[in-house]
């Protein structure tokens, strides 16, 4: 650790940033900060890795075997004491990361942030985090006692660890903000489980289109914001019979729209959050094997998103990547099956106007009065008195927006439909993914998962691969949860799911391969209701169109699909706006811009200008098409991307087109010549500020801490190229968060890489070590050991013992 670099930055700083980069408290005591017997220096030290350790709990000794990428071995002779190592060791990598991100998703940084991180923590408390945690544990002690007792052997485990901490070894995250560990609990799983669901959530914008539909007139809308794009190159092959299918979609009842004006509305999950996976049979296979791969787009933090562990009992063995908080591995593997996720991003959100009565105790339903829920949260504010928030549950959900939050509507709220609030069982789907030994023990295990809705990629020894586009899907009319919805009107009311065997599915394809990159995922002949939820259009056609240019691909070809940086996007307008725009009046400086992007390959390549000028001219374009959008108090959404462009290409008249702010008559060829030269000046300062506007410069791609004021924590410049709709979908600080390829040999050989490192402590070698080899585009082999015998891989081996003196 470079302690200058460290203390400046943290003198300069005298807030913290957190992840959403809101303000967070102030400095704290120096005294105990840098203190040389119980602060900052105490953190500069490496993993122990040998030895023994007494772990409460315990049944018999685990043995764990660490290799030289500081991935941890386990091997437990029972599931109870897995879990328990589980625990126990995440919280030794992982433990100020592991709670942090449980205190966000229940609403609780103000504990240790302070009072400016209040309005996040009565936003999260109102889209009923801590809600939908508690019905996943009532749902598991009712239904599932077996998975809630690993979830508390694993709250054991970390609890284990913090039990043998003493201040002085407490991660320097703690030391910063002056606060100290609290103990694990089944809920804090839940929570983290629920964090997952909200980040991954398919589109919200009910609000926003219903503010659309209100200004721009339901053909303009359909026009913009379509059901399906012209090109749709699904999940599932257009081909598909869907004839077995005999439960009908439920009949639309023709209800009234509700129009309201919605100023403003709760901050969302990152769009770009998204993943690629897909698996080839072993017919398309090189070796004969099939092969699968995955690689979840997820925000570029430090400490990294996941932490590869093997974990073994002697009635399965896996490996893979897994997330602090979760049990099991979540993109894995095992001896028999490989799996992984992409974003399914279904519409499992939905929106209901609620009308009180006058003292706020009942909400109008069916034409009567039904009783409100409160559930009072109590906000506990660093150095400050608790803040309470009365929040009201109807049955559709929590009422977000009332007049106590962003509304100033007395007798009108807003309530949210969210699948999760419903409580459900995902941990158990992880578990027995890494038991399953073939396709049905696959599907038995997607069975116990409602959201977020996930596509579940699989490939076996036995020779199957399949996908799964699997989550609990409500059965839904045409056009609901479109726009905001008349909660007093049963009809609209959800009314019954799809069954769970009736989800889009592909088994063994006669095309040799399945896929997915978040695109929609039927054609318009599924016989449910699926609309356009913002789906992918690019990164799934490269990727198809990858598997369909050959017979044969290897692991190398896998490889190279992962750090594939075609534009397909730029593709599909450069070459036509350089046709359609008018050059005559481009000053020498913009002409040679001009040039610049006329040679482009349409690759992003880090070391190619022309990503850095299509990124600058189109997003001037986009915000001068769309200046329609930027209404005061109007919360709006602006149509995505490849509808832009076809409206652009082939709607080039359209009244959209015109800038509202000029007297002149605009069409999509003037806006072409008019964005360009906006794009060039801003090019032209970039070259004259930073030297060039080659593309690893333009980009600046980091992985920052989880604290955004700790640049001392974290990683810039990190030279690689793609960026968004791109299938190296590596923007400023999002991207592949997680790269593995897996070959089903039997057993299946693996190989991955993560932009972070397995340790937590930015005081270690191992905390960002991955980073540059994941900017390279290389990998790791992921060394998966078939029994308890150290491999030479193996650099040093713990035992974890029962702790006879409990």
């Excluded at 929040?391 to 509304?407: C, E, I, K, R, W």
């Excluded at 070698?765 to 491999?791: P, V």
């Amino acid at each position: 650790m470079k302690y200058t670099k460290l203390l400046l930055s943290f003198l300069l700083t005298i807030g913290i940033f957190f992840v959403l980069n809101t303000k967070l408290g102030d400095i704290p005591p120096l005294g105990k900060f840098l203190n040389p017997q119980s602060g900052i220096w105490q953190n500069e030290t490496d993993e122990a890795i040998s030895g023994e350790i007494s772990i409460p709990g315990l049944e018999e000794n685990v043995t764990v075997h660490y290799d030289e990428q500081l991935i941890p071995h386990v091997f437990a002779q029972n599931e109870s004491d897995l879990y328990k190592a589980q625990g126990y060791l995440t919280a030794k990598h992982r433990l100020w990361q592991l709670e942090f991100q449980t205190f966000a998703a229940a609403g609780r940084l103000s504990e240790i942030i302070g009072e400016s991180a209040l309005n996040y923590d009565r936003t999260e408390r109102r889209r009923g985090m801590g809600y939908g945690a508690d019905q996943a544990i009532a749902y598991m002690e009712q239904h599932d006692t077996e998975t809630l007792g690993f979830i508390e052997d694993y709250a054991d485990g970390v609890n284990a660890y913090i039990d043998q901490l003493s201040p002085e070894n407490y991660p320097v995250e703690y030391k910063l903000l002056d606060y100290t560990p609290e103990k694990w609990t089944p809920k804090k799983t839940a929570l983290l489980l629920m964090y997952m669901t909200k980040m991954l959530a398919g589109g919200d914008e009910d609000l926003e289109y219903t503010n659309a539909l209100r200004l721009f007139g339901k053909e303009n809308f359909d026009l913009l914001f379509p059901d399906f794009f012209d090109v749709n190159d699904p999940i599932i092959p257009t081909e598909t019979d869907w004839n077995f299918i005999d439960v009908p979609q439920t009949p639309h009842p023709n209800a009234d729209l509700v129009l309201d004006s919605i100023s403003e509305t709760i901050e969302k999950p990152n769009p770009d959050n998204g993943s690629n996976n897909w698996a080839v049979s072993g017919e398309k296979s090189a070796t004969g094997n099939p092969i699968l791969a995955n690689d979840p787009h997820l925000g570029l933090n430090l400490p990294a998103i996941w932490f590869v562990m093997q974990l073994s009992t002697p009635n399965h063995n896996a490996m893979g990547a897994t997330i602090p908080g979760a049990l099991g591995v979540i993109s894995g593997f095992n001896q028999h099956i490989a799996w992984g996720e992409t974003n399914a991003t279904r519409d499992v959100i939905d929106w209901y106007k609620i009308e009180f009565n006058k003292d706020r105790t009942q909400y109008k339903y069916d034409g009567q009065w039904k009783d409100l829920t409160i559930r009072v949260e109590d906000i506990k504010i660093k150095g400050k008195e608790s803040f309470k928030d009365s929040v009201l549950y109807t049955h559709h959900g929590p009422v977000v927006y009332d007049q106590n939050f962003m509304s100033d509507e007395e007798l009108v709220g807003y309530a949210m439909k969210w699948i999760g609030h419903e409580g459900g069982n995902n941990q158990k789907t992880f578990l027995e993914l890494n038991k399953a030994k073939n396709y049905d023990d696959y599907v038995s295990a997607l069975k116990y998962w409602n959201a977020p809705a996930q596509n579940f990629v699989f490939a076996s020894t036995e020779g199957d691969i399949a996908l799964w586009i699997q989550g609990k899907f409500p059965n839904k009319w045409e056009g609901q949860g479109k726009f905001l919805m008349d909660g007093s009107n049963p009809d609209n009311d959800w009314q019954g799911y799809i069954p769970q065997e009736f989800n889009a599915k592909v088994k063994n394809p006669e095309r040799g391969f399945v896929s997915s990159a978040n695109q929609h995922p039927v054609d318009d002949n599924y016989p449910f209701f699926v609309y356009n939820d913002g789906y992918e259009t690019y990164r799934n056609r490269v990727i198809n169109d990858f598997f369909k240019s050959k017979e044969k691909f290897s692991v190398q070809d896998f490889k190279d699909l992962h750090n594939n940086n075609y534009n397909l996007k730029a593709a599909e307008l450069v070459p036509y706006m350089l046709e359609h725009m008018d050059t005559s009046s481009l000053t020498a400086e913009e002409n040679a811009i001009y040039d610049e992007i006329k040679a482009w390959d349409f690759n992003n390549d880090i070391d190619k200008v022309g990503p850095s000028i299509w990124r600058q001219w189109y997003g001037k374009l986009y915000n001068m098409v769309w200046d329609e959008f930027e209404v005061e108090d109007t919360a709006l959404e602006k149509p995505f991307a490849y509808q832009t462009i076809y409206l652009l290409k082939n709607y080039g008249e359209r009244e959209f087109m015109d800038i509202v702010d000029t007297d002149e008559k605009e069409t999509a060829k003037d806006l072409f010549l008019l964005a360009f030269k906006k794009a060039a000046e801003r090019l032209l300062e970039i070259k004259n500020e930073e030297g060039d506007y080659t593309w690893a410069n333009y980009k600046g791609t980091y992985a920052g801490h989880l604290l955004r004021g700790l640049p001392a924590f974290s990683r810039f410049d990190i030279p690689i190229g793609g960026d968004r709709n791109i299938v190296n979908a590596t923007s400023e600080n999002h991207g592949p968060s997680w790269r593995m390829i897996v070959e089903m040999t039997t057993p299946p050989t693996a190989i991955g890489i993560y932009p972070g490192g397995q340790s937590g402590n930015p005081g270690s070698k191992y905390y960002d070590n991955f980073i540059d080899d994941w900017a390279e585009g290389k990998y790791h082999s992921l060394n998966f050991l078939q029994s308890n015998k150290a491999t030479e891989a193996i650099i040093g081996t713990q035992t974890l013992t029962p702790d006879h003196n409990e």
